[in-house]
């Protein structure tokens, strides 16, 4: 199972915002609106950001935003601040599985 | 408040097998679908396996299909990956993960993770 194509690296300046592209297919992420977003901090599980494409958990800042075209998903982070710098993780369902993106690292500069 | 606790993991020979557990709390388990998890050292992450709420309906990664088996004790609150015929591969912090709904729409709490380590 080929994983979801993220890029490995991002990068921005506080304040600023950015947008993390992940790569599938019609057979998962062009399929189906189960797109799923997590953010992993070193040493920590991940945390749910975005499911359902769009929808934010309670909790959430509303700084986190998702959206989906065609086969590919995005994440976008608004005012970015220093605690964002993590790794993130696209998610979708893929015939009766899901399939996890390699990751991006995120760093605030 | 929502609790996930991982047990069961260590050092394992390859051809072995071992059993993780992870106890939840704060929620009514028999409610949500479950999920397991895992990450590589180093890695990203990758799903392994994923059980509906009755414990009715399971799913594998082609990775782990006919090697690890998942299943739940809604009694015990408990839920399950027995792992067999482990592979060096295998190696990773294991997750287990509660689902918002379904098992594939997302996972809303996690387990502090669960090492497990394949190697002779």
């Known amino acids: 199972q080929s994983a979801l194509t993220q890029p490995a690296s991002v990068s921005g300046s506080p304040g600023q915002s950015i947008t993390i592209s992940c790569t599938g297919t019609s057979s998962d992420i062009g399929g189906y609106d189960y797109v799923c977003w997590y953010q992993q901090h070193p040493g920590k599980a991940p945390k749910l950001m975005i499911y359902?494409?769009?929808n934010r958990p309670s909790g959430v800042s509303d700084r986190f935003s998702g959206s989906k075209s065609g086969d590919t998903a995005s994440l976008t982070i608004s005012g970015l601040q220093a605690d964002d710098e993590a790794d993130y993780y696209c998610?979708?369902?893929?015939?009766?599985?899901?399939?996890f993106g390699g990751g991006t690292k995120l760093t605030v500069l | 408040e929502v609790q996930l606790l991982e047990s069961g993991g260590g050092l394992v020979q390859p051809g072995g097998s071992l059993r993780l557990s992870c106890a939840a709390s704060?929620?009514?388990?028999?409610?949500?679908?479950m999920t397991w998890v895992r990450q590589a050292p180093g890695k990203g992450l990758e799903w392994v396996s994923g059980i509906k709420n009755s414990g009715g309906n399971t799913y594998y990664a082609d990775s782990v299909k006919g090697r690890f088996t998942i299943s739940r004790d809604n009694s015990k609150n408990t839920l399950y990956l027995q792992m067999n015929s482990l592979r060096v591969e295998d190696t990773a912090l294991y997750f287990c993960?509660?689902?918002?709904?379904?098992?594939?729409?997302?996972?809303?709490?996690w387990g502090q993770g669960n090492l497990v380590t394949v190697s002779s």
């Open positions: 998610a979708s369902y893929r015939s009766s599985s899901v399939v």
């Open positions: 993960a509660k689902s918002l709904g379904g098992y594939a729409r997302g996972y809303d709490y």
């Open positions: 359902d494409v769009s």
């Open positions: 704060g929620f009514t388990f028999s409610s949500y679908a």
